[in-house]
């Protein structure tokens, strides 16, 4: 028999309070900035979608490659009896490694998206009778606090969105992560890698426009959650490679004098033409510097698998 649990420990109107924080934050700062998870309303998610089917947006099916090649080999160094997903999204990945995972007992999804994780968490039972789902929604970012589910335990976190980290985010998130993981238990993490700037960029400003729509989408986020009156029309796509920290940057770049009202944090913020908005960092790795972040947080390095271009890598450390 399969059991499924939904817990919530992010309350209900944590989201608004901490969009609220970001924008008087990081629009209130010059440069301005926000915070890449606020791309994710449904629409959001949708365009997500869309972009992992793009032709220049390779990491999805470079990443999709070395799990469903390396799956067996993951499950065997593993042994896990638990997968923890952070940030599973449409758990669309994940299934090659359940299906690998020949001792699986449960399955806990982390997101925020309440929507995502009853959808994938029922169809994942749908397929795997007597896996216990046990969907988290929390904001892996803090305080994640896991199920009693048995060990050992493999924490999944995939897509290479830990690039949407700052460094300094990195690694406390790291530690953060290394402080819930007992003897035995293992990482897997997806890191997008450092290769020219033209695909880079391509992958970031696709020919479909496609990434710019999902880029303006924080507009429409912040219009709908705190009132404000962005008209996105008023702004750029921007994608930019950042050859010193080997990271990508998404900016919104005003084409003109752009005052905006943001009613919910009473504060109007104004735009000087061509002043640019960072709404995304997306840093590129070397497996050096994967080897040396994990070291730093208490883990080490134990498996590194590249796609066949050696575009994307996933790795596998244990405490
Ligand atoms: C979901 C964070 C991995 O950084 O490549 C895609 C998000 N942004 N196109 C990434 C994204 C623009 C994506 N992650």
């Keep these: 028999m399969s059991t499924f649990a939904v817990t919530r420990t992010l309350p209900s109107d944590a989201t608004s309070a901490a969009l609220r924080a970001?924008?008087?934050?990081?629009?209130?700062?010059?440069?301005?900035?926000?915070?890449?998870?606020?791309?994710?309303?449904?629409?959001?998610?949708?365009?997500?979608?869309?972009?992992?089917?793009?032709?220049?947006?390779?990491?999805?099916?470079?990443?999709?490659?070395?799990?469903?090649?390396?799956?067996?080999?993951?499950?065997?160094?593993?042994?896990a009896r638990t997968l923890v997903e952070l940030g599973s999204g449409s758990s669309e990945k994940t299934r090659h490694l359940i299906e690998a995972l020949t001792n699986l007992d449960a399955y806990v999804p982390v997101d925020v998206s309440e929507s995502a994780l009853t959808q994938a968490g029922h169809v994942l039972l749908a397929d795997h009778p007597g896996l216990n789902v046990h969907a988290l929604i929390?904001?892996?970012?803090?305080?994640?606090?896991?199920?009693?589910?048995?060990?050992?335990?493999?924490?999944?976190f995939l897509g290479g969105t830990i690039g949407n980290l700052l460094p300094e985010e990195r690694a406390g998130f790291l530690r953060a992560l290394r402080d819930l993981m007992s003897p035995g238990d293992a990482l897997?993490?997806?890191?997008?890698?450092?290769?020219?700037?033209?695909?880079?960029?391509?992958?970031?400003?696709?020919?479909?426009?496609?990434?710019?729509?999902?880029?303006?989408n924080v507009l429409f986020v912040l219009n709908r959650e705190l009132g404000a009156d962005f008209d996105p029309e008023d702004f750029d796509h921007v994608a930019a490679w950042d050859a010193d920290r080997e990271w990508i940057e998404m900016r919104l770049r005003a084409r003109r004098p752009v005052t905006a009202k943001i009613p919910a944090v009473d504060l109007a913020v104004t735009f000087r033409p061509g002043e640019e908005m960072r709404t995304e960092v997306s840093a590129k790795f070397r497996r050096e510097g994967v080897r040396d972040e994990l070291a730093a947080a208490g883990l080490t390095l134990e498996h590194w698998w590249t796609d066949d271009a050696d575009r994307f890598a996933l790795s596998l450390s244990a405490p």
């Design 188 to 216: 897997l993490l997806g890191t997008d890698l450092v290769k020219d700037e033209r695909t880079l960029v391509a992958a970031y400003d696709d020919s479909a426009g496609v990434t710019a729509a999902f880029n303006k």
């Design 22 to 79: 970001d924008v008087v934050e990081g629009l209130g700062s010059d440069p301005k900035h926000l915070h890449p998870k606020w791309f994710y309303d449904a629409r959001g998610s949708e365009l997500f979608e869309d972009i992992t089917r793009l032709p220049e947006y390779y990491p999805t099916r470079a990443e999709r490659g070395i799990l469903i090649g390396r799956a067996a080999e993951i499950a065997a160094a593993s042994g």
């Design 138 to 156: 929390a904001d892996f970012q803090h305080g994640l606090q896991l199920p009693d589910t048995p060990g050992p335990r493999l924490i999944a």
